[in-house]
């Protein structure tokens, strides 16, 4: 514990130091590839969208006695289309199949209780038109653009619009890799799923704001001294706050896993894995974003502006100055002082008198 406190107080007080601002490229060419992953999956492989968005029929039957090929193809037979058929730990085998009928969907399932063992009461059917999915597609659409809207104008009003900007291109960065995920491992989309995306952008625009109000406190007056760049001053704030980020994002972690574990992994409730695998994983990458893209972003954008031109010259003048002073130190020369000033003339140097004080000269 000790330990842990020790770091969290040198990162504060500047004494340990991650370059996260001064590295971003490297982070930008991490953060590129993981998109780049992302966006081929969504080109090549695109989203496995759920009976929701599609339309279909869905047959849940519990304590099956068949198996999922059985179960599979007495679907196909029935409906003449392929059919989806996946189990789960309790034992729930669970089919769907293209739009049917009334009429339709009650035969299969009598065919569906027979081969599975099940009385035809205890299977839930459930038939969904593509209308409704993309009703629910068109009503998280608008939530998203109102959202993206409020949190930008907040942001320019509370920090300032460079500040907003960056805070938009983390929250995409973990929109479309969170979105990426689920396409390259064919994971369902479903409502929840769409729930889970809306909330993790809340998650990530909390942490972002957390550094953002520290970076805002380091750089208050920064361009009116020649000490330290506005990078560097975003570095520290990054520094700071490294250890609240790394807790909040665990102790956040932990519930959404032991949901993914239990829930969904020993109870089988499939809508519990669907939020919960959104949630992690716009969770770990809000945490990423918030360190790696948004700070090193906005430091990069803040850079561009004339009066932080200036201030790095200084800051960069003034530590060349410095330097100088410090190998002249190294080589026994003396330095311009209080007491004695040295001048160096044609490389000898020559000594000026020592100046007397006020109360000496009064008394003489």
């Known amino acids: 514990m000790s330990g842990r406190i020790g770091i969290a107080q040198r990162l504060y007080k500047g004494q340990v130091s991650f370059n996260f601002v001064g590295r971003r490229r490297t982070w930008y060419v991490i953060s590129a590839i993981i998109l780049l992953v992302s966006v081929g999956a969504l080109v090549f492989r695109g989203l496995n969208l759920g009976i929701e968005f599609r339309g279909g029929a869905d047959f849940s039957i519990p304590n099956a006695t068949c198996s999922i090929e059985q179960a599979r193809t007495v679907a196909e037979s029935k409906t003449g289309s392929q059919a989806i058929v996946t189990s789960a730990v309790n034992g729930t085998i669970r089919v769907q199949t293209e739009s049917l009928t009334a009429d339709e969907s009650s035969v299969l399932a009598g065919e569906l209780a027979n081969t599975c063992g099940v009385p035809k009461g205890e299977i839930k059917v459930q038939v969904v038109g593509p209308t409704w999915g993309s009703e629910i597609s068109k009503k998280a659409l608008q939530a998203l653009v109102v959202f993206l809207l409020l949190v930008s104008i907040f942001l320019s009003i509370y920090f300032e619009w460079r500040m907003a900007v960056a805070a938009l291109v983390a929250l995409a960065h973990d929109l479309v890799i969170t979105i990426g995920i689920y396409a390259l491992t064919g994971l369902e989309v479903t409502p929840a799923t769409v729930i889970g995306l809306l909330t993790i952008l809340g998650f990530s625009l909390y942490d972002t704001v957390v550094v953002f109000d520290k970076v805002k406190e380091n750089t208050r007056n920064i361009a009116g001294q020649s000490v330290m760049t506005y990078s560097e001053a975003a570095n520290l704030a990054l520094n700071q706050t490294l250890v609240r980020s790394i807790n909040t994002s665990i102790v956040a972690l932990l519930p959404v896993l032991a ?52 201030l790095n010259a200084r800051v960069s003048a003034r530590r060349t100055q410095a330097g100088k002073s410090r190998t002249a130190e190294a080589e026994g020369e003396n330095v311009v002082g209080t007491d004695e000033v040295t001048t160096l003339i044609d490389g000898a140097p020559r000594q000026q008198p020592k100046r007397v004080s006020r109360s000496r000269r009064s008394k003489s």
């Open 259 to 310: 949901i993914i574990i239990i829930g969904a992994g020993l109870l089988g409730a499939g809508t519990l894995l669907d939020l919960s695998v959104a949630l992690a994983v716009g969770m770990a990458a809000g945490t990423y974003s918030s360190i790696f893209i948004a700070t090193p972003f906005l430091a990069q954008l803040k850079e561009h502006q004339p009066e932080l031109r200036s």
